[in-house]
């Protein structure tokens, strides 16, 4: 049970490169999210996804495209990348079985280094 | 729009002291709260989740309280050791119960041999 996995660990782009971090998760959870986090900043949601089709926006959207493959996969994409979007990316999945928040499960996180 | 604001930003600490974190938030129509914890360059791991029907939730040396009419949330810290050294961060939801966490900028704690 590896609980939630994220590949790549580290990245390096440049302005206008685009990639996709990829997000796993064994638990059978239905929600995932993508947050991202900068220092002063703390952590921010980017995008969340309730169930496998679904997707909602979270705090900071701009600039990311998100995908929910099936229910154990979810994707976040960088179109044009920016020297803004330098971050470390958190992927996190929770069971939500209520549809309320519940405890989150986090993946080691990906850092992303955009010149 | 829910704040979550956590003091001190840093606290250092000689081993065996007992401590307490705070967090304080803006919107009390929340339906719970949670406690995590941060190692360096690491992801976040779930220390405590608190409903708001309960006012305290405890795990071996921690113990968190949650005062929802005031806003406020603690995280005490018993016997502290050199392994609790971490980043310790709250989140409560964006309103009601929704999905969507706001997180503190969190505590960093060290605790010193």
């Known amino acids: 049970n590896a609980g939630v996995t994220q590949t790549p660990k580290f990245q390096v782009l440049k302005t206008g490169q685009s990639m996709t971090l990829q997000c796993a998760q064994d638990m059978n959870h239905n929600s995932m999210y993508w947050y991202r986090q900068d220092p002063g900043m703390g952590l921010r949601l980017i995008y969340y996804?309730?169930?496998?089709?679904?997707?909602d926006k979270g705090e900071v959207p701009n600039g990311y495209n998100v995908s929910r493959l099936n229910k154990r996969e979810f994707s976040l994409r960088l179109e044009s990348a920016a020297p803004s979007q330098t971050s470390v990316y958190f992927c996190?999945?929770?069971?939500?079985?209520?549809?309320?928040?519940?405890?989150?499960?986090f993946g080691p996180g990906t850092r992303l280094l955009v010149l | 729009k829910q704040e979550v604001t956590q003091i001190p930003a840093a606290l250092s600490v000689p081993e065996g002291e007992n401590l307490v974190l705070n967090c304080s938030f803006t919107?009390?129509?929340?339906?719970?709260l949670q406690w995590f914890r941060q190692d360096p360059g690491k992801g976040l791991t779930s220390l405590l989740l608190?409903?708001?029907?309960?006012r305290e939730q405890t795990s071996g040396r921690l113990n968190a309280s949650l005062d929802k009419s005031s806003g406020r949330s603690t995280l005490y810290i018993a016997a502290s050791q050199p392994g609790d050294s971490a980043t310790y961060l709250c989140a409560v939801p964006t309103q009601g119960g929704s999905e969507k966490l706001v997180f503190g900028k969190g505590t960093k704690l060290t605790v010193n041999p």
């Open positions: 608190i409903q708001s029907s309960q």
């Open positions: 996804s309730a169930s496998e089709g679904t997707t």
């Open positions: 996190a999945s929770s069971e939500a079985l209520s549809a309320r928040s519940e405890t989150q499960y």
């Open positions: 919107d009390s129509a929340i339906y719970n």
